[in-house]
């Protein structure tokens, strides 16, 4: 269990790659996990510091990972990630950050009155959303860093679906019933 200093609660952001309700491996080696990229706004403060206070806090947690030696934040990944940089061709992910966090266990997804969501259209990529996270060290195969763990996810809002799905009703228009006999 994550301890409280590495433990978040987003403030309202908005999920992409939102993998929440069945995992998926990376590759055909690895394990099958639940993923979702966390897109926070830049002017969420609140949250941003508190990310970086967790991060903060699994890298003194994490020093045994590190050698014994707590190392200097720039020589390891780090989980929380610039959108305007790393994403500047997405609009979605623009003047945010950005955390992919994943887990092997299912999240737990509750709507704003905290009652289970058992209909998986409901959270879909571009959704608003609190996510739970934490955050911890690894160094596996001479990568080393922080790496964040899903926890839960609420859902506050809809919005607008990302990765180009659209609606069916936007798509076509209803077919006349002379054009369905062949008329």
């Given at each position: 269990m994550a301890n409280n200093?590495?433990?978040v609660v987003t403030g309202l952001v908005r999920l992409s790659y939102a993998n929440v309700w069945k995992p998926k491996a990376a590759?055909?080696?690895?394990?099958?996990?639940?993923?979702?990229?966390?897109?926070?706004p830049k002017s969420d403060k609140?949250?941003?510091?508190?990310?970086?206070?967790?991060?903060d806090a699994a890298i003194e947690e994490g020093i045994g990972k590190?050698?014994?030696?707590?190392?200097?934040?720039?020589?390891i990944k780090l989980p929380l990630r610039d959108g305007d940089v790393e994403r500047e061709d997405?609009?979605?992910?623009?003047?945010s950050y950005f955390v992919n966090a994943n887990s092997v266990t299912p999240p737990?997804?509750?709507?704003?009155?905290v009652q289970p969501i058992l209909e998986r259209s409901e959270v879909y990529s571009g959704v608003y959303?609190?996510?739970s996270i934490n955050f911890y060290a690894f160094n596996s195969n001479g990568n080393k860093g922080i790496a964040c763990g899903l926890g839960n996810i609420q859902k506050v809002k809809d919005g607008e679906p990302l990765g180009g799905?659209?609606?069916?009703?936007?798509?076509?228009?209803?077919?006349?019933?002379?054009e369905l006999l062949g008329g």
């Open positions: 200093k590495t433990k590759n055909e080696n690895a394990q099958p996990k639940y993923s979702v990229s966390i897109i926070i609140e949250t941003l510091k508190k990310i970086n206070d967790a991060i590190f050698g014994g030696k707590k190392p200097n934040k720039a020589a997405d609009e979605a992910y623009a003047n737990q997804i509750v709507d704003a009155h959303a609190r996510v799905r659209t609606n069916a009703a936007d798509d076509f228009e209803a077919v006349a019933d002379e």
